[in-house]
Structures are given as C-alpha cells and as structure tokens.
C-alpha cells in the first residue's frame, strides 16, 4: 500500500511534467506561442523518406526572457532521390543554421497566447539544386527570413495552436546553362496544430496549406507546386525523470526550423521522423 502510494504522485509529476513540455514544444512542423521558460532544451531529429531524401538535424531552445526565448537549428539536407522528377534524378545537398526569436505578446486576461516569431535561415553552403542527369544546377539565395505568429489557446485537454507564416523564397533562381528556374517564391501559409494529452505523453498533430507561393516540386515536372503539409504521431517521457523525451511522427515536412517546416518533400513524399530532447 506505502508503495501504491509512493507511485501515484511520481506518475501524477511525469503527467505534469509532459503537459508543461507539451504547452512549450508545438508539433512536428508549428511552433507553440508558449516562450520556454526551462534550462536549455537540447534537441536531436532525423527525418527518412522512401524517396531517398533525409534530412538530420540538432538544435537548442534558451530563454532569453520571461516572455522571449531563442531557438537556433542546424539542419542538413540530403536531396539525393531515387524517385525522379521530371524524368531527371536530383543530386542536392544542404545545410544551414536557422535562429527564430520567440517573443511572446503580454495580454493579461486573454484567452489565448500569441507570439510574434521572426527567423533568420542562413546557408552554411550557398544551396544548390543539380540535375544528375546533365550537371546543370542552380545556386539558391544564402539567408531566408522568415516570420511566424502563433496563436495558442486550450480547448478542453487538447492544446490548439494557429499559425500564420511568411516566408521569404527566392522567386527565380539563375541557372548554370544561362537560363532562369522558377524558386517557390514569397510563401504565405497558414497551419493549424494540436496536441492531446495520453498517458504519459501526448498525440502530435498539425496541417498547413501556402495560400501564395510554392512549397514543393511536382514529380511529373520538376517545376514548384503547393502541397498540404502535414504530421501525425505521439511524444513521450524517456525514463521517470522528466526531462527527456521522445516524438515519433509521420510527416511530409522536410526539416524542423521555420523555412524547412514550410516545404513539403518533392513528390509530396512521406517521411518517418523521430526527435529526442533533454534539458541541460
């Protein structure tokens, strides 16, 4: 009986201790209004795709303020795909350093957060898009800004995030064999996210459709197009002590920083992602 009662609060503390992840973390591809309010957050992710695109990722979140947190990714980007588009194999590879500035808008008494989320993605290597089958490639722009406003509010147990998002592509991209190839443009988007409480852990979910500019390639042509984006999966404790967890998680997005979240893989590709997180 003494153990019965020993048990039930340390459950009860993991449960608190995931909500209040939960509330700070957002889904896969929509970042929560929630600023961090913990030590360091350190993050791993890795998303595999069919297709042959995967991209491997590390990042850290720290808080700045009571109401301002920063959030810096590395991502690498491995576009070497098996499926063809346009009837040409790609051969593109891609890293960069992304830092998004979380500052959350104080507005004692209402019924939802809001966060005003500006981001800076920075190619580490000028980014490069090659046709395998004749060399040609195409050089992208080095920084992508971009801007994100998260509105959070609970409905009932479930923690309900809307997000809309700008993005700053670049519109025409200049070629090697003199011509221009068409870049996704100025991206307007907006996602909607969720996540439910269950068990020790949480049900992750989010979708979000570009209203203007492009967010993926068309298999049939290799020319941009606009996809739903999309995750679906599950976050979980790692161990009794509540400060590592795991999210395993479908998805089309191709990366975990605000521009990557925003493009759907080419051909529209599903991806299996896992990330795991501890606090420092």
């Not at 147990?157 to 991209?173: G, N």
């Not at 064999?177 to 991206?187: A, D, L, R, S």
């Not at 993926?216 to 009794?240: D, H, I, Q």
Request: charged content about 15%; hydrophobic content about 40%; proline content about 5%.
């Amino acid at each position: 009986m003494r153990k019965c009662l020993l048990i039930v609060p340390v459950l009860l503390l993991s449960l608190v201790v995931i909500a209040g992840v939960s509330a700070q973390l957002g889904t896969p591809n929509v970042p929560s209004a929630t600023t961090w309010q913990d030590k360091a957050l350190w993050q791993a992710e890795a998303r595999f795709y069919k297709s042959g695109n995967n991209t491997l990722a590390l990042g850290v979140v720290t808080r700045l303020g009571e109401r301002t947190d920063l959030t810096a990714w590395y991502t690498y980007l491995n576009n070497d795909s098996h499926s063809p588009l346009g009837g040409a194999m790609r051969d593109s590879r891609w890293s960069g350093l992304s830092l998004a500035l979380r500052q959350e808008l104080k507005d004692e008494g209402a019924p939802a957060k809001v966060a005003l989320m500006p981001s800076l993605e920075f190619g580490l290597k000028r980014p490069r898009g090659t046709n395998a089958a004749t060399g040609a490639f195409a050089d992208e722009q080095r920084v992508t800004p971009a801007v994100a406003v998260p509105v959070e509010w609970l409905w009932g147990s479930t923690t309900v995030i809307l997000c809309p998002r700008v993005v700053w592509f670049e519109e025409s991209i200049d070629d090697s064999t003199g011509g221009v190839t068409q870049g996704f443009g100025t991206q307007f988007s907006i996602g909607a996210g969720a996540r439910h409480p269950l068990g020790r852990g949480a049900l992750v979910g989010d979708v979000a459709y570009p209203f203007s500019g492009h967010n993926s390639l068309a298999t049939s042509t290799n020319t941009p197009n606009r996809k739903a984006l999309w995750s679906a999966g599950w976050e979980g404790l790692l161990g009794g002590g509540g400060d590592t967890w795991v999210t395993l998680y479908a998805t089309n997005g191709t990366g975990p920083s605000l521009a990557t979240s925003a493009i759907a893989a080419p051909g529209n590709g599903v991806g299996l992602g896992v990330r795991v997180g501890h606090i420092f």
